[in-house]
């Protein structure tokens, strides 16, 4: 075991030993070349099955930077562009005044649609074609570009529904041929899992101290993220949640090939392999929007990525509910991958980027 590795894999036996965490990974490229490839802990509590590299956790948003990604791809090989209004690729989208918003709206958070369509049933969540009219039927909130709300859901169909669109393969079949195909980790990332892969996957606990713990009422208005999946640990407990596929929320995945997947968008790439030019990335990560939150402060999305992560103001990736996380910095040559199955009101991510930072002399 290299001795970074050895560091890393000690910090997280010590947070299983504390109770801080109940099962995590972490993988980190620096260079080009995997230095930490860690796990620990217990992935279900029900038969006492240990995490290992090859365990898949739910990850939430995470997911939305591997969609990011995916996006540009379509852009830079000239299939899509950021200011193409989405109607012009999905015409039914045009509905309410809609015809305005674009794909870099979509992208940063602004296209003014966060809210999740009401009424919904788990069986039409879980079918993309339901959601996909549901989605083209809802009405904005507030003009495109004018301010940023997170949009946890939507932008599952804003992104993922454009991208089949232009391309004509569904959004699993893009990840799967794009991204896991080229960087040989076909068994590590979906959204939308295979039957044969669920006993790989973690089991999401919360405890009482978080308000995801507890049951949330009915939704009485419209709300980004519905009563119908809260609390969110045990919706992605579900089964047919776990098969679904939402490009914004139900990616589930391997700390190993989120940080493979971000070492793959830094210049020189990862074994050969680059998913995007540094000008295409630099593109993505730039200030674009004017759109404000309601905070009035700058929106930290950019195309996507989300810049200035725990690690660098400079980083670029996409964390989820719960703790995981991805990222890439292009100053250090660094990209990091990080997942967790207990939600609670505690981080060790702080600690772990900490010795992390230590270990590399950064």
Not at 40 to 64: C, E, H, Q, W, Y
Request: charged share 20%; aromatic share 6%.
């Amino acid at each position: 075991m290299k001795p970074i590795d050895q560091t890393m894999q000690s910090l997280l036996d010590q947070l299983i030993a504390d109770g801080s965490e109940r099962g995590v990974q972490l993988a980190v490229y620096h260079n080009g070349l995997l230095v930490v490839d860690a796990s620990a802990g217990i992935a279900d509590p029900t038969t006492g099955r240990r995490v290992n590299g090859n365990t898949l956790f739910p990850v939430f948003s995470t997911t939305k930077g591997i969609a990011a990604t995916l996006i540009h791809l379509l852009v830079e090989r000239g299939k899509i562009n950021y200011d193409t209004p989405i109607a012009q690729v999905w015409p039914e989208f045009a509905a309410h005044g809609k015809e305005g918003i674009t794909l870099q709206h979509a992208l940063n958070h602004t296209a003014g649609i966060p809210n999740m369509p009401m009424g919904l049933s788990h069986t039409e969540l879980c079918d993309w074609a339901t959601m996909c009219a549901a989605i083209a039927d809802l009405k904005p909130i507030s003009p495109p570009g004018a301010e940023h709300a997170y949009h946890a859901i939507t932008y599952s169909w804003l992104t993922g529904e454009v991208a089949r669109r232009v391309d004509g393969r569904p959004f699993s079949q893009l990840l799967h041929d794009e991204i896991c195909v080229p960087l040989d980790m076909t068994t590590e990332m979906f959204v939308g899992i295979p039957d044969e892969v669920e006993p790989l996957v973690a089991i999401l606990e919360a405890t009482v101290d978080t308000p995801a713990a507890q049951t949330p009422p009915q939704d009485e208005t419209p709300q980004a993220i519905p009563a119908l999946v809260q609390p969110l640990h045990a919706w992605m407990n579900r089964p047919d949640a776990r098969r679904a596929c939402l490009p914004a929320s139900n990616g589930i995945m391997t700390a190993r090939s989120i940080a493979r997947h971000y070492a793959a968008l830094l210049p020189g790439g990862v074994d050969g392999i680059e998913l995007l030019p540094p000008e295409r990335i630099r593109v993505a990560i730039e200030p674009r929007s004017s759109g404000k939150q309601k905070t009035g402060e700058p929106a930290s999305h950019r195309l996507g990525y989300s810049v200035g992560t725990p690690f660098s103001p400079t980083s670029f990736g996409h964390g989820g509910y719960g703790g995981s996380i991805g990222f890439a910095d292009i100053a250090s040559s660094l990209s990091f991958g990080f997942t967790r199955n207990r939600f609670d009101s505690n981080t060790s991510l702080p600690r772990i980027i900490e010795t992390l930072r230590k270990c590399l002399e950064l």
